[in-house]
């Protein structure tokens, strides 16, 4: 039997010896049972298939971890970090942080949780993590963020990223959109 990747919503009802996988889409839900011993390694591969055909994920981005704590799925690609927080597994109410729009990244340490806070497109964003799985996370979304940035650590990611706000800070400069070289004003007789 099939069941098709492009849904709306993905949800898990976790058993202690089954889990089932219901699959919301157009159609309606279809669910299938799992025996609990597999189920860890069969969501993350119907999350990646859902990710893939809703057009999240890109088909030649690999995804290197997924995530799922009681309200938070967190999944770890080469170019973004994908955030969704409920009881579903997946559903369009996520949250994306590309890599490329990356201001800061860090690690808030706490009692009970670490805080993955994220600085893209102006604005900061705090993913906790219960502190059982936050070495795990962090090692992970550091390597992929890493990785894409060319760097080794948080503060040769920092001086990178500060190198291209001010590389595009100086081209901002260079092109400066009052001077009019070599133009004629519309006001001034033209046209």
Known sequence: E???HDVERFTVDA?????????DGIDGERSFTVPGSVADGVIEAVLEGVLRATGVVAEAENVDATFRFSELTLVVTDRQLLKH?????W???????????????????GSVATQVVVEADGRKQ????????????REDVQSAVFEFHGVSSLGGLR????????????LDEATDPNEDEGTDDASEGGF
């Open 2 to 4: 099939g069941y098709d």
């Open 15 to 23: 058993g202690r010896r089954k889990s089932t996988i219901r699959l």
């Open 85 to 89: 927080v409920g009881s579903a597994v």
């Open 91 to 109: 559903d369009e109410e996520f949250e994306a942080f590309r890599y490329e729009n990356l201001a800061d990244l860090d690690f808030e340490e």
């Open 126 to 137: 705090r993913v906790k993590v219960p502190n059982e799985h936050a070495g795990r996370v």
């Open 159 to 170: 001086a990178a990223l500060e190198d291209g706000a001010d590389d595009e800070t100086d």
